[in-house]
């Protein structure tokens, strides 16, 4: 069974930083894709970064090219994301995605078949 549980959200300002973290069990050492989603308040869910496990490249949505950074310990199997830079539209439930075939899920097809509970990221101005 793949079990996700993520840690690391909180409030901070504007143009502060914050490090989500998730812990992984119950899949492959380098297998499948590795996701962040995020669903603000009346919002729909969207993907924010994705990662390629067996190394082959990560994704980005475009409002947070440049400012996260989604990476892999696979020494830890934990799964992070390094949000720089963060503005009050980054404020949002994040949730951490995984699947075993691939990135597919990032074209909005389907969603991941596994997730984390979330954790929330609120950044005031």
């Known amino acids: 069974e793949v079990q996700l549980v993520e840690s690391g959200g909180g409030s901070v300002q504007a143009g502060e930083s914050l490090r989500l973290a998730c812990a992984i069990s119950g899949l492959a050492h380098g297998s499948g894709c590795l996701y962040w989603y995020r669903q603000a308040d009346g919002k729909e869910r969207e993907a924010v970064a994705a990662?390629?496990?067996?190394?082959?490249?990560?994704l980005y949505t475009d409002p947070v090219k440049g400012r996260f950074t989604i990476s892999l310990d696979n020494n830890e199997n934990t799964v992070y994301l390094q949000m720089n830079n963060l503005k009050p539209e980054d404020t949002a439930m994040y949730y951490c995605?995984?699947?075993?075939w691939g990135c597919g899920s990032w074209s909005g097809s389907r969603p991941p078949p596994y997730w984390g509970q979330g954790t929330q990221v609120t950044v005031s101005a």
């Open positions: 995605a995984a699947d075993r």
């Open positions: 990662l390629y496990a067996a190394g082959g490249g990560s």
